[in-house]
Structure formats: structure tokens, C-alpha cells
């Protein structure tokens, strides 16, 4: 397994270390949950130095990545962050991605941990028809997550940046942060507020330590890949390879604010059109258990012994105190309030279809 910069401080920290996607990672520390309400209700620290940093510099590089996503990225502006769909010809998603903007001629992505090298390939494949340059630059960074209603309190500490003057999905590069220089961007996924500081491999031991220190009085906890996943459940942020896939459109995903079809042309167009021209037939919704029972990733959603959908993402909802998922239902029983089952372990047990997200929270706009 790959190590992050950080891995010995986790170790240090008794932190419980698994594989993740190649990368030796911790699950959590103190526990899931409690690692959970301290980001909702306070902070939570996380280490996400495995994501995949790639640049895309050149100048055609507003034109290409505006054909090589599903959102509009000629609405971007430098020091702004955009969220984004790559898809397919055939529709699916290769991934989604962050795109911070420098200027027209030089952007970063970031994309998930576990599709990094595909990406690349799809990316620098798909470059070779404009003038521009793509390059993995993944080792040239950690990065570490700080999130949570706290977390501008606590990261103030550390920076003469005014961080109540940036907004949601805006960054700052060259920012220093407890003597580091860094590229500081309020985003994240958690549904919290909080930020992402994206720095040299060599300062993220000495910068951990700050914000943990910074934080001790303010009830920051360093947190695990369990209670990312738990927190961005809650607040339906879609996770790759469950609610969005080659197989799953973003529209299917319920992401379609973030697929502009009236764009002259971006990869997958032609098919998105379609389906929604033709008529959604299946997509993501809410479940909440009405009887006692855990959803679980793959187990099957069903009515009237016929399968209408399968779960994609469930679970307990420390937050809420709820048992939880989200589903690939059929149409027809999507509705809000329709009572489904999901087969857990042989057994049927009675959920009901509710909105989403779970939980929301309001961002610094």
C-alpha cells in the first residue's frame, strides 16, 4: 500500500489503518460516529492527500476542459472552483472532479483517488486534438481537509488570509498557512463548511499538527475515511463507482443542474440529450427504514416480488439518528412517500422513498 506524508502521524494517533484504493489509510481513530459529530458539530481534520491532482495548462485549456465536462467551465473566473461530471460518449461517468481555475490558460483538477490513472489517460487522450499540455502532478501534493462549523475559527488561527471574506468554492493560491504556502480552497465533502489546503508533501506533518493544536479547545477531531463516508451520505453527496458510475448517468445520479445541455458541444452530449429528451427511466432517491434493518451497498430495493432498484449507498445517519439510503429505483416508484423493501439478508423490510439531501446545511455563500 501507498503512504501519504501523514501516515505516520495516524499511526501515532491510533489510528486504524486499511487499504484503501492502494492507499494505507485510517477508517478512524476515536470511532466513526463520534468522529462524525464532532465535523457537525465542530470540526473534524482528514487527511485526502491520495485524491489525484491533475493540470491542464495551454491555450486551449478553458475550450478543452469546457468539451471535456458536463458543466459550463467558460462561467468559471480565476480563484473560482467548479464542480463537475466527465462522462463518456456513451453517457456514463468517467468520474467527477473539481476544476480550480488560475486563468484560462492553467487549471487543476482534482479527481478521485481510485480512477486517478484511468483519468489521466482519458484526459491526455482526449487532449491531443487542442493546444494544450496535461500532466499528473498527484505527488507534488498532500492535501488536507479541515471541516465543519468550526473550522474557519480554527483555521484564522493559522493565516492572515480574511477567511470570512472568501465564499464557498473560491480559493486562494500562494496563501500562507502556518508558515507554509499552500493553494487554500473553501470546499469539501462532508455537506460542512470548511476548507482544503493542498501543499508540499514536506509541510503537512508540521501543518497537521498546527490544526490539531489550533482546533484542541474548539472539539476538533481527527477523522477517519469512515466518517467522510458517513458524512457525505447524510448530506447525498455522490460517491463513484455507487451513485455515479460507467453505468449510471449523471441524470440518472440527480446531478443534471451540473450538466448544461445547451452547450455548443462536451463529451456524452448527444446521449445525455437523449435520455432526457426520451424520459428518465430509473434514477437516485432517498430511502428511510421503516423497519429495523441496516441498508447496505448492492442489496436489492423490491415491491410486490419484483426488483425495482438496488441500493447504492445506505447506512446509519449519526446526525440524524436515522437508518438511511440512497437507491437506483425504477421511475415509477420514486415518488416521495412510496413505500418500498429492501431485501436484507434474505429478509424484506419496510422503507419509505423521502427527499433529498438528508441533511443540509447552509455554506458561506
Known amino acids: 500500500m501507498r503512504k501519504t506524508p501523514l501516515y505516520d502521524k495516524h499511526v501515532a494517533l491510533g489510528g486504524r489503518i486499511v487499504d484503501f484504493s492502494g492507499w494505507a489509510l485510517p477508517v478512524q481513530y476515536s470511532g466513526i460516529v463520534e468522529e462524525h459529530l464532532a465535523t457537525r458539530n ?10 489525484g491532482e491533475i493540470t491542464v495548462e495551454g491555450k486551449d485549456a478553458l475550450k478543452f476542459i469546457d468539451y471535456l465536462v458536463t458543466n459550463d467551465v467558460t462561467k468559471l ?30 487549471f487543476l483538477l482534482v479527481v478521485n483517488a481510485a480512477n486517478k490513472d484511468k483519468d489521466y489517460q482519458w484526459i491526455a487522450d482526449k487532449s491531443k486534438k487542442f493546444d494544450v499540455k496535461v500532466e499528473d ?20 488561527k493559522l493565516t492572515d488570509v480574511s477567511l470570512s471574506d472568501m465564499k464557498f468554492y473560491t480559493f486562494k493560491d500562494n496563501a500562507s498557512v502556518g508558515g507554509a504556502r499552500l493553494l487554500l480552497s473553501r470546499t469539501g465533502y462532508t455537506g460542512e463548511d470548511g476548507f482544503e489546503l493542498y ?8 501543518i497537521w499538527d498546527k490544526l490539531l493544536e489550533a482546533g484542541k479547545d474548539e472539539g476538533l477531531l481527527p477523522a477517519g475515511l469512515g466518517a467522510r463516508d458517513t458524512l457525505r451520505f447524510e448530506a447525498c453527496l455522490p460517491l463513484y463507482g455507487q451513485e455515479l458510475s460507467e453505468e449510471i448517468t ?8 451540473f450538466v448544461k445541455l445547451t452547450k455548443e458541444d462536451f463529451i456524452g452530449k448527444t446521449k445525455l440529450l437523449e435520455q432526457k429528451e426520451k424520459g428518465l427511466k430509473r434514477k437516485i432517491a432517498g ?10 451497498h448492492g442489496y436489492e430495493v423490491r415491491l410486490q416480488d ?16 436515522k437508518y438511511l439510503a440512497l437507491a437506483l429505483l425504477d421511475m415509477g416508484y420514486a415518488e416521495i ?7 436484507i439478508r434474505g429478509k424484506e423490510r419496510l422503507a419509505k422513498v423521502v427527499e433529498t439531501p438528508f441533511f443540509k446545511r447552509r455554506y458561506k455563500r
Open 77 to 106: 473566473v480565476p480563484q473560482k472552483v467548479m464542480y463537475s461530471p466527465m462522462c463518456y460518449e456513451h453517457g456514463g461517468a468517467v468520474d467527477d472532479l473539481l476544476i480550480y481555475m488560475h486563468d484560462e490558460s492553467h
Open 287 to 296: 430511502l428511510e427504514m421503516v423497519e429495523k434493518g441496516v441498508p447496505r
Open 337 to 343: 412517500g412510496q413505500e418500498v423493501y429492501v431485501d
Open 306 to 321: 419484483k426488483r425495482i432498484g438496488t441500493i447504492t449507498s445506505g447506512s446509519f445517519a449519526p446526525y440524524l439518528e
Open 137 to 156: 502532478v498527484s505527488d507534488s501534493y498532500a492535501q488536507i481537509a479541515l471541516q465543519g462549523p468550526k473550522a474557519e475559527a480554527i483555521l484564522q
Open 250 to 257: 449523471p441524470l440518472e445520479a440527480g446531478l443534471g443542474f
Open 199 to 206: 501543499l508540499s508533501p514536506a509541510d503537512a506533518c508540521s
Open 42 to 51: 465542530a470540526a473534524g481534520l482528514f487527511d485526502v492527500s491520495h485524491m
